[in-house]
């Protein structure tokens, strides 16, 4: 669930990629922001969304 719409998401399969120090520091950026009290609550709003749609049975 993405902002109240069923969506799917690409993940790489394989492969190791070199990234820039950018790239890096907004990976690091948006972990830190992923354990966030806002983050969590949305999330668990998604989840509990997606159960009450059947998405997860």
């Known amino acids: 669930m ?6 799917t998401i690409n993940k ?3 492969g190791k990629i070199r990234l820039s120090a950018k790239q890096r520091a907004s990976i ?11 983050a969590v609550a949305k ?8 159960k009450r749609r059947g998405m997860y049975d």
């Open 12 to 14: 790489r399969v394989a």
């Open 2 to 7: 993405r902002n109240g719409e069923v969506v």
């Open 43 to 50: 999330r668990q709003k998604s989840l509990k969304v997606g």
């Open 28 to 38: 690091k950026k948006a972990a830190r922001l992923s354990r966030s009290s806002k």
